[in-house]
């Protein structure tokens, strides 16, 4: 049974920091790794899409890394800002719907 | 373009009701998948369906629980004999094809109270 596994549970940093949140997978027989993000009593926002044959994607700010063999995926989010404060959550897709993490809950200070 | 949609986006109802909750997928994508994201407990996968295959039901914590897709389109999550663990948010999420490469877009959610 796949699980995902996110590390730290909650971060907070000041504003300009680069940072890094951890994600980790035990079954690596999976074909995507999305990343999200959740604002407070809001849906779902995918902020990146990694194929199981990519090893990273970038949008803007953000970078994802995907170690499929080691059962890893990093997000990477450089000078970070207030609006950044959410909750992150990483989600692989296998042979199942989507399996989630736990989430990151990420606050920037002014 | 549109995406998806969900209602109500609230709905509090007293111990032992019906409840039904509605999702609208973007127009095209054959997959639509339910999940349950409770306090504490994260989001856990519910229901899924892709074009007129049966759905995959492996998700769902009781009997009580069911869902339909009409059409294609659009899909109704129904909870029976609501108890106070049922409160959580409901969402769901839409895709172009089934299990694999695709990403998933979701809704804003249903929030659901049992009181």
């Known amino acids: 049974k796949q699980e995902v596994t996110q590390i730290p549970a909650a971060l907070s940093v000041p504003e300009g920091e680069n940072l890094v949140l951890n994600c980790s997978f035990t079954?690596?027989?999976?074909?995507?790794l999305q990343w999200f993000r959740q604002d407070p009593g809001k849906g779902l926002t995918s902020l990146l899409l990694?194929?199981?044959?990519?090893r990273e994607q970038t949008s803007g700010r953000l970078n994802a890394s995907l170690d499929k063999s080691s059962g890893r995926s990093t997000l990477y989010i450089a000078a970070s800002q207030p609006g950044d404060s959410a909750t992150y959550l990483c989600?692989?897709?296998?042979?199942?719907?989507?399996?989630f993490g736990k989430g990151t809950r990420l606050s920037v200070i002014a | 373009g549109a995406g998806v949609s969900q209602s109500p986006s609230n709905k509090v109802t007293e111990k032992g009701k019906d409840v039904e909750l509605r999702c609208d997928p973007i127009?095209?994508?054959?997959?639509l998948y339910w999940y349950r994201q409770s306090l504490g407990q994260g989001l856990e996968f519910l229901i899924y369906?892709?074009?007129?295959?049966?759905?995959?039901k492996s998700g769902l914590p009781s009997d009580r629980f069911s869902a339909e897709r009409t059409g294609g389109s659009v899909s109704t999550l129904t909870i029976q004999r609501t108890q106070q663990e049922d409160s959580a948010v409901y969402l769901c999420?839409?895709?172009?094809?089934?299990?694999?490469?695709?990403?998933?877009?979701f809704g804003p959610g249903t929030r659901l109270t049992v009181t």
């Open positions: 999420a839409s895709s172009p094809s089934g299990i694999g490469s695709y990403e998933q877009y």
């Open positions: 079954d690596s027989a999976i074909y995507n």
């Open positions: 990694i194929q199981s044959s990519q």
């Open positions: 989600a692989v897709a296998g042979n199942t719907p989507l399996v």
């Open positions: 127009s095209g994508h054959t997959a």
């Open positions: 369906f892709q074009g007129n295959s049966a759905p995959d």
